[in-house]
């Protein structure tokens, strides 16, 4: 829809993209392939804005309910799924965060708002390597200088 253009404006439409990980109740991995898509796709502002957060959501909400929730019927009190889960965060959420973190060096430092953006990404993935990959821009390690409201 977003793509079609159906909303009336742009806010509508960001509207709908960061609900969407909020109401899904199992998230697939191919779910997670088709969202990206929206990330290269030439929108409005707010749209493009929404985008990233929405899709670094759904990324960790498809790894988070991995695992059976309150309303499914378990066959046993003990935590197999627990597996499922770890494997969803090496397989989906640990490449995802390597991805985008190869894509932020990339990125002109100068330009905030991109620098903004993959960081609101990698607040919304939370889990995995994120904090592995940004410590050394937060303790100032790295060879690049990054703005300070950065680190």
């Known amino acids: 829809m977003v793509m079609n253009s159906e909303y009336e404006d742009d806010r509508a439409a960001a509207k709908a993209l960061t609900a ?4 899904i109740r199992k998230p697939t991995k191919g779910l997670v392939e088709e969202w990206e898509s929206l990330l290269s796709f030439e929108t ?36 197999k799924f627990a597996q499922r889960k770890t494997d969803c965060l090496e397989q989906l959420l640990n490449p995802m965060i390597e991805k985008y973190f190869a894509e932020f060096q990339e990125v002109e430092k ?7 953006k993959y960081l609101s990404m990698f607040a919304n993935f939370k889990w ?14 790295t060879e690049e200088q990054y703005p300070t409201e950065v680190r």
């Open 20 to 23: 969407v990980p909020f109401h």
């Open 44 to 79: 409005g502002h707010f749209t493009q804005m929404a985008a990233p957060m929405s899709f670094a959501h759904l990324v960790r909400r498809t790894c988070e309910l991995a695992a059976p929730q309150p309303y499914q019927k378990v066959r046993s009190d003990a935590n």
């Open 110 to 116: 100068t330009d905030i708002n991109q620098v903004y």
């Open 128 to 141: 995995g390597k994120v904090s592995e990959v940004l410590k050394p821009i937060i303790f100032g390690e």
